[in-house]
C-alpha cells in the first residue's frame, strides 16, 4: 500500500549555546537500523539525535536536543552519509578532508578510523555503495572521487564536470553512480569502468550575479528505488530523468531539494514549502522534439500529492528513513522536523 | 549648381547624448569639467595633476570574514578557510589567492568603524565622507571632490564611473554642490565606454562642430550676465561630447591585446578594471569600478557558496589589474580601493541558506599604490570578529588618509552659497600614518 498521509511527529534541536546563530542545516541521514538521525549542518561538527530521547522545552520550544559529535578543525561539515551496513559514517567538510567515523549503536568515535586531505577544495558530496565498498565523493575542485571506503585509499580521480560538485548518489543495484554540479550536469558514472555513461543537462547554472542569486545548476539528485528514475534539482526547479537514457519525463516548480521514498513511488521536494507526492511514472508525458529537433518541456510531476508542508521556514536537507516511514526536513533554523510517513 | 548647405539642424541622437550623458539624473551620464578645464586656476591644477585613483566598490557590504579578516575555526568563522599572504602571520579567504600573493604590495585595514547599517545611507557615507543629513547641500562623490581639486590634463575626463548600481544617487553620489561639471563620465559597465555618443566618423564630428558653433553663438547673448553653475556646465557637456568624439578610443577595449585582457578573468568586472587600467594608462585620474550591480556583496542569505563565486572574480579581477599597473609602472601614483559600505555581522544567520546580517562596528578594507605602505595592516579585531581589539579607523579618518595619499590637505574647505564645507564630515578626521 502506498502512503497516504504524513504526520509530524517530532522537532530536534540543535544549540551549542555559542553565539554566532542557529546552526542551519545542510543535509540528513537517518541511521540504516538504528533510531538515529545525523545532520551536516552551519558547524564544523555533525548534529546527532536519539529518536527515541524525550523533547525537552527551553524558550517555548519542546524539541529533542542533539549533540555534536565528529569534529573537523575547521569549516563546516558540508555532506555526510551512513554506510549501508551502519557501522560508518563518513564526512566531507569545507577544510577539503574526508573522514571515516566507526559507529556503535548509531554512535560516532571519538576519532575518525581514517582522516585525509580528499579534495582541493570543499569536499560537497559523499555517498557509500549499496554494497559498502566504495566512497564517492564530489569537490568544489570540480573532481569525481572513488575511494576504498575500508581505508580511503584512492581507486580513481575522475573528470567531468566544469563547476563544483554538489551532489552524489549510487543506483540502488550499484552499477552507476550519480554526480550533480553547478555546471548544470548530472553525470551518470558506469560504476566498473568508472566512464561517463550519460550525461545529461539540467541547466540553470549561472555566474551568481547579484544580490541573492538562484544556486547554479544542479544542487541535489537522487534516484528512484528501483533505479528507473533520476531527480535533479537546482535554483528554481526539479527535473526528473528516465535513468536509463537521461529523457526528461516530468518537471516542477519544487527547487533545491529532493528525494525518493525506499520504500513507495514517492517524492520529496522543494526549499520552502516541501512537496510529498505519490507519483505515478506511467503517466508522466515525457519532453518531446519540435520539427527543429529541439526539445520541449516534459509534462508535470503526474500523482497525487500527500502533502505540502510550509515549514515557514527553508527546507534544507531532507531524507527518508530505510524501512520510508520517516521523512526528516532540516530547517534553517537549526531544528530538523521528522514527519512519520503512513 | 551645388546643393543648398545643409541647413543646422538638431538630430534626435544629439539631444539624447547632451541629455542622457551631461544632465543631472540618477544613474545618469555626465562630464570631467572640460569647460572648466581651461580657466586659468584649473590649468594650473591640470598641470599639477600626477596621481590617479581606482575605487573597486563593493556595493552589498563586503563580509570581512570572507574576505580580509577571517576567523576560520572560530564559531563564527563559517564555512571559508583561509590562505597564508605573502605578508608573514596574515590569512585571507581561501578564495582571494592573488590578493594573498599581492599583500606585500597592499595595505588592510581591520578596523574600520562606522555608523549607517543602511545601504544608501552607508554608500552615500563611504564614498563622500559625509552623512545625508551633515551638509547644507548634497555631499559630492569624493572622486567628484577629487575631480575638482586635481583635474586632468589634455581635455580628459577627470573622473570616470564605470558601471551602474541600483539606488540612483545615494548608491554612486553625483557631484553634489560642485555641479554637473564634477559628474562622473559614466559608462554602463562590462568594459563599454559612454552611451548614446553621436555617429563616429569624420562627417559626424564636422556636424557636430557646425551645430556647436552655432550653439555657443547663441549662447553667448544668453550667457551674458549670467555666470551660472548651470550655463557653464551645459557649455562643459558640448566640450565634452566633442573630445570624446575626437577620442573614441580612449574606451576601446579591442584596442587591448587578447592576451593582457584574459588575466582580468571572462566577467564584466574584469572588463571594466581592464578599462580602468586603460584609462588611467591613458591620464584619467580617477575611476571608479562597480563590482556587479544589485548590492552584490549583500549576503543575508546563502552567503557562503555563491560569495565563493563572487569572491574568485573579484580576486582575479582585481589581482590582474594590480599587476597591471605594477607592470605598466603605474602602481607608484595609482591608488587602487577595495571597498564597500560596511562589514557584515559576526553571527551567522539562518534567514534560509545561511548568511550574514550589516555590520558597522568592525570591518575590512584594502588599499595600495600611490605611496600606501605595502604589507601593513592596520589594526585588529578580537578572535570572533566581534569587536575592534585596537586602532579604530573611522570614515574622516579613511578620507584623511585618501586625500593625503592625493597630496590634497583633508582641512580643505569648499563652498557653498558662501558657506564653507570640509572635505570630510565636520573637518574630523586624521590620515592613519600607518600607511602613508
Redesign the interface.
Known amino acids: 500500500m502506498p502512503p497516504t498521509k504524513l504526520t509530524k511527529l517530532k522537532t530536534l534541536s540543535i544549540d551549542d549555546g555559542?553565539?554566532?546563530?542557529?546552526l542551519?542545516m545542510a543535509q540528513v541521514r537517518f541511521h540504516p537500523t538504528e533510531r538515529v538521525l545525523f545532520a551536516a549542518c552551519?558547524?564544523?561538527r555533525v548534529a546527532v539525535w536519539n529518536l527515541d530521547a524525550k523533547e525537552t522545552t527551553v524558550k517555548n520550544l519542546t524539541a529533542v536536543p542533539g549533540a555534536l559529535a565528529c569534529a573537523h578543525?575547521?569549516?563546516?561539515v558540508?555532506c555526510l552519509d551512513v554506510s549501508p551496513n551502519g557501522k560508518w559514517l563518513a564526512t566531507g567538510g569545507?577544510?577539503?578532508r574526508l573522514k571515516l567515523w566507526a559507529l556503535d549503536g548509531g554512535k560516532p568515535a571519538d576519532k575518525p578510523a581514517r582522516d585525509i586531505e580528499a579534495h582541493a577544495g570543499?569536499v560537497e558530496a559523499v555517498a557509500f555503495s549499496p554494497d559498502g565498498a566504495l566512497v564517492v565523493t564530489g569537490g568544489?575542485d570540480t573532481a569525481v572521487k572513488v575511494w576504498n571506503a575500508t581505508d580511503l585509499t584512492l581507486v580513481k580521480a575522475l573528470t567531468g564536470h566544469t563547476g563544483?560538485v554538489r551532489d552524489a548518489v549510487w543506483l540502488p543495484d550499484g552499477s552507476a553512480f550519480v554526480t550533480g554540479a553547478e555546471d548544470g550536469k548530472v553525470l551518470v558514472w558506469n560504476a566498473k569502468t568508472l566512464a561517463v555513461a550519460r550525461a545529461i543537462t539540467f541547466g540553470g547554472a549561472n555566474?551568481?550575479?547579484?544580490?541573492?542569486?538562484a544556486?547554479?545548476g544542479v544542487h541535489r539528485v537522487h534516484v528512484s528505488r528501483d533505479g528507473k528514475l533520476l531527480a535533479a534539482a537546482g535554483g528554481k526547479a526539479l527535473a526528473v530523468f528516465d535513468a536509463a537514457t537521461g529523457a526528461p519525463l516530468a518537471e516542477d516548480k519544487s527547487d533545491a531539494q529532493v528525494c525518493f521514498a525506499p520504500h513507495a513511488d514517492v517524492l520529496a521536494a522543494g526549499s520552502?514549502s516541501v512537496r510529498v507526492v505519490a507519483f505515478d511514472a506511467p503517466k508522466f508525458v515525457p519532453a518531446k522534439a519540435d520539427k527543429s529537433g529541439k526539445l520541449g518541456s516534459p509534462g508535470p510531476l503526474a500523482g497525487k500529492e500527500l502533502a505540502q508542508i510550509k515549514l515557514g521556514?527553508?527546507s534544507?536537507g531532507m531524507r527518508f528513513s530505510a524501512d520510508g516511514k520517516l521523512l526528516g526536513l532540516g530547517?534553517?533554523?537549526?531544528k530538523v522536523e521528522v514527519w512519520e510517513v503512513a | 549648381m551645388t546643393a543648398p548647405a545643409r541647413p543646422v539642424e538638431c538630430r534626435r541622437a544629439d539631444h539624447r547624448a547632451s541629455r542622457r550623458l551631461f544632465l543631472q539624473g540618477a544613474g545618469a551620464a555626465a562630464l570631467g569639467g572640460f569647460g572648466r578645464l581651461f580657466a586659468a586656476d584649473n590649468a594650473a591644477k591640470a598641470a599639477g595633476q600626477e596621481k590617479h585613483v581606482i575605487l573597486v566598490f563593493m556595493s552589498?557590504g563586503p563580509s570581512q570574514f570572507e574576505t580580509w579578516d577571517p576567523k576560520?575555526?572560530r564559531?563564527?568563522?563559517?564555512?571559508?578557510?583561509n590562505t597564508q599572504t605573502t605578508v608573514p602571520g596574515v590569512r585571507f579567504d581561501e578564495y582571494m589567492p592573488n590578493l594573498a600573493r599581492l599583500a606585500d604590495k597592499t595595505a588592510v585595514i581591520r578596523s574600520m568603524t562606522s555608523s549607517l547599517g543602511d545601504h544608501m545611507e552607508g554608500h552615500y557615507l563611504a564614498q563622500t565622507g559625509h552623512k545625508p543629513t551633515n551638509v547644507v547641500a548634497t555631499a559630492p562623490h569624493w572622486l567628484s571632490v577629487c575631480a575638482h581639486q586635481k583635474p586632468a590634463a589634455n581635455g580628459l575626463p577627470s573622473y570616470v564611473v564605470l558601471g551602474a548600481e541600483q539606488g540612483g544617487n545615494m548608491a554612486v553620489p553625483g557631484p553634489g554642490f560642485l555641479g554637473a561639471g564634477y559628474q562622473g563620465l559614466f559608462c554602463p559597465g562590462k568594459g563599454q565606454g559612454p552611451e548614446d555618443l553621436p555617429a563616429a566618423g569624420a562627417k559626424d564630428l564636422a556636424e557636430f562642430q557646425r551645430r556647436a558653433a552655432l550653439r555657443a553663438k547663441l549662447g553667448e547673448g544668453f550667457a551674458a550676465g549670467r555666470d551660472t553653475p548651470s550655463a557653464q556646465s551645459h557649455d562643459a557637456a558640448f566640450g565634452a561630447v566633442e573630445h570624446l568624439l575626437r577620442n573614441r578610443d580612449l574606451f576601446d577595449l579591442s584596442k587591448e591585446p587578447p592576451k593582457r585582457a584574459e588575466k582580468y578573468g571572462p566577467?564584466a568586472l574584469g572588463r571594466d578594471c581592464l578599462l580602468a587600467a586603460r584609462l588611467v594608462e591613458k591620464g584619467v585620474p580617477f575611476v571608479r569600478v562597480q563590482h556587479?550591480?544589485?548590492?552584490?556583496w549583500?549576503?543575508?542569505?546563502?552567503a557562503?557558496?555563491?560569495q565563493?563565486?563572487?569572491t574568485r572574480?573579484f580576486d582575479t579581477a582585481v589581482g590582474a589589474l594590480i599587476d597591471d599597473l605594477r607592470a605598466r609602472g603605474l602602481w607608484d601614483k595609482t591608488l587602487v580601493i577595495l571597498m564597500g559600505e560596511f562589514g557584515r555581522t559576526?553571527?551567522?544567520?539562518?534567514?534560509?541558506?545561511?548568511g550574514r546580517n550589516h555590520w558597522t562596528k568592525s570591518w575590512s578594507l584594502s588599499l595600495g599604490g600611490c605611496g600606501v605602505k605595502p604589507g601593513v595592516v592596520v589594526g585588529s579585531t578580537n578572535e570572533?570578529g566581534t569587536a575592534i581589539e585596537d586602532r579604530p579607523v573611522t570614515i574622516p579618518d579613511l578620507f584623511a588618509t585618501f586625500y593625503a595619499l592625493l597630496g590634497i590637505d583633508h582641512r580643505t574647505e569648499l563652498e557653498f552659497e558662501g558657506r564653507p564645507v570640509p572635505l570630510t564630515e565636520n573637518g574630523k578626521g586624521a590620515p592613519v600614518k600607518e600607511v602613508l
Not at chain 1, 555559542?18 to 542557529?22: E, W
Not at chain 1, 530547517?331 to 537549526?334: E, L
Not at chain 2, 559576526?346 to 545561511?354: S, V
Open positions: 555559542a553565539k554566532r546563530g542557529p542551519t552551519a558547524d564544523r578543525a575547521a569549516g563546516w558540508r569545507s577544510d577539503r570543499w568544489a563544483f555566474e551568481q550575479f547579484g544580490q541573492n542569486p544556486l547554479s520552502n521556514d527553508f534544507l530547517r534553517a533554523d537549526g | 552589498g576560520t575555526g564559531p563564527t568563522g563559517g564555512p571559508h578557510m566577467t556587479q550591480g544589485g548590492l552584490a549583500d549576503k543575508h542569505r546563502r557562503f557558496d555563491s565563493r563565486h563572487l572574480e559576526p553571527e551567522i544567520l539562518g534567514q534560509g541558506p545561511p570572533d
